[in-house]
């Protein structure tokens, strides 16, 4: 385990053992305000045992607004850990990039507009920076009705319109790679709208997708298990819950 520099952001790798294996690429969630440890160094362990190479990015939450920031430093890591595959025994065409809550809402915007040169930095190499599937744990999606507003004041400020540009529904595309999501019907701080409307735009758009809601639970629950649980919060171990994990591994590797 150890750090690695990017723009605007910093990466911590979890090793796994194997060859020719998966990588995910997890962005902790907090708002954009703050990279959530919960949400961090637990889960990149846990997918990391399970034989997933795993790297948690720490995306600068300041200044805000934030813009493209955050999009930059998960184009870098992508290019990065591709231009790096073959070192690690990673392979080099089953790299997905994942987050919970608002790092969702970031993993879901490279993997919705990854082929869109505008977004990003001039001269990004589209290609390298492709993520193969993306894993969207409760994720913010709308800047509509649903929107968890702090997270898109944080990256586009006060103006509603450049807010707009950032609601993952109305970027879906057929280029959106493969796509995992969970949700519980009770979170009242991102409501599972969000993901439904997702789903939504998944299948118009014909994007291979699978989706699990559970009924009960606050939002977030991370791995919801012991390790990541937050007692004050609501956010209590639940074992039925805990397999998204489980779930989700095994969907990467198919």
């Known amino acids: 385990m150890y750090e690695i520099s990017l723009p605007h952001g910093t990466m911590t790798r ?38 997933i190479e795993t790297f948690v990015l720490r ?15 998960l184009s870098a890591a992508v290019q990065w850990v591709r231009a790096h595959a073959e070192q690690y025994g990673i392979s080099p065409q089953r ?22 040169a505008s977004w990003y930095p001039q001269g990004t190499d589209l290609a390298l920076h492709q993520p193969n599937a993306a894993v969207l744990c409760y994720p913010v999606v709308s800047a509509g009705e649903y929107a968890h507003r702090g997270s898109f004041e944080q990256l586009a400020g006060d103006d509603m319109e450049k807010q707009q540009a950032f609601s993952l529904e109305n970027l879906v595309s057929p280029d959106m790679p493969r796509t995992f999501l969970w949700h519980t019907l009770t979170d009242e701080t991102v409501p599972v709208e969000n993901s439904l409307l ?57």
């Not at 995910?24 to 990391?48: K, N």
């Not at 735009?201 to 809601?213: D, F, K, T």
């Not at 977030?220 to 819950?241: F, V, W």
């Open 14 to 51: 979890f090793p796994a053992a194997g060859v020719k294996k998966n990588a995910l690429i997890l962005c902790p969630g907090g708002g954009y305000e703050h990279c959530s440890i919960r949400e961090g160094a637990p889960a990149g362990r846990a997918f990391a045992r399970r034989g």
């Open 95 to 116: 790299i997905a990039v994942g987050g919970f809550s608002a790092g969702a809402h970031l993993a879901g915007l490279h993997a919705a507009v990854w082929n869109r």
């Open 59 to 73: 995306y600068d939450c300041a200044p805000a607004p934030l813009g493209t920031r955050p999009l930059t430093a």
């Open 198 to 254: 997702l789903e939504k735009s998944l299948r118009r758009a014909g994007v291979s997708h699978e989706m699990h809601l559970f009924p009960h639970g606050v939002h977030g629950l991370a791995l919801a298990d012991m390790e990541t649980s937050d007692i004050e919060k609501g956010r209590l171990p639940d074992r039925h819950i805990a397999r998204w994990q489980a779930l989700c591994a095994e969907w990467l590797k198919e």
